[in-house]
């Protein structure tokens, strides 16, 4: 079992940043692959990055592609999601889930957080 919670979001200004943390306890985290997932009101859930379980395989969904960066440190069982260049249209609940399958930003995710607000507005 995995219990997952995230910290960082806010209310930042068009063009802002934010660095949301994502702790997790439990077992072996290291071996779980971490993916950063957002939803926005009356949109679907959309997955924005995932990190494997050592850091080397890293994916994005276009849309954030060279103004988010997702990272690891398993020393402190945290995953980070830099966002810089903030726009409107990030405004979500943002959560973190974990797997131990591939990661392919889909369902594979089994393990959850409670979610944090991002608002990106003027």
């Known amino acids: 079992q995995l219990q997952l919670v995230e910290s960082g979001g806010g209310l930042v200004q068009p063009g802002g940043s934010l660095r949301l943390s994502c702790a997790i306890s439990g077992s072996s985290f290291n071996v779980y692959n971490i993916g950063w997932f957002r939803q926005a009101p009356g949109k679907e859930r959309e997955g924005v990055s995932c990190i494997s379980s050592g850091g080397k395989n890293i994916k994005y969904v276009d849309s954030v592609k060279g103004r988010f960066t997702i990272s690891r440190d398993n020393a402190k069982n945290t995953v980070y999601l830099q966002m810089n260049s903030l726009k409107p249209e990030d405004t979500a609940v943002y959560y973190c889930?974990?797997?131990?399958?591939?990661?392919?930003?889909?369902?594979?995710?089994?393990?959850w957080g409670q979610g944090t607000q991002v608002t990106v507005s003027s």
């Open positions: 889930a974990a797997t131990l399958r591939v990661c392919q930003l889909g369902d594979e995710f089994r393990y």
